[in-house]
């Protein structure tokens, strides 16, 4: 399967009362835009963050935590 990249990667930041802005978002965008979409949330580094079973839930997308050399694609979340 070919990969194919985005037409543009969006990056999405904030903090500890973000979490209901992300889900708003998801919420409200198509699942087929062509686009990537990165969030980061500001967490404390001991913290075990469940934002990508929280933000599957509002979306169609496939969300995937972000890695190195990871591949960035369409209709894609991270």
């Known amino acids: 399967m070919k990969t194919v990249p985005p037409s543009f990667i969006v990056g999405i930041g904030g903090s500890a009362g973000a979490l209901a802005a992300f889900k708003n978002l998801l919420d409200a965008l198509p699942s087929q835009t062509g686009m990537a979409f990165v969030f980061v949330a500001h967490l404390m580094p001991s913290a075990s963050s469940q934002l990508v079973q929280i933000l ?19 209709n894609h979340v991270y």
């Not at 599957?56 to 369409?74: D, F, N």
């Open 56 to 74: 599957s839930r509002h979306t169609k997308m496939k969300v995937m935590l972000a890695s190195e050399a990871l591949p960035i694609r369409r």
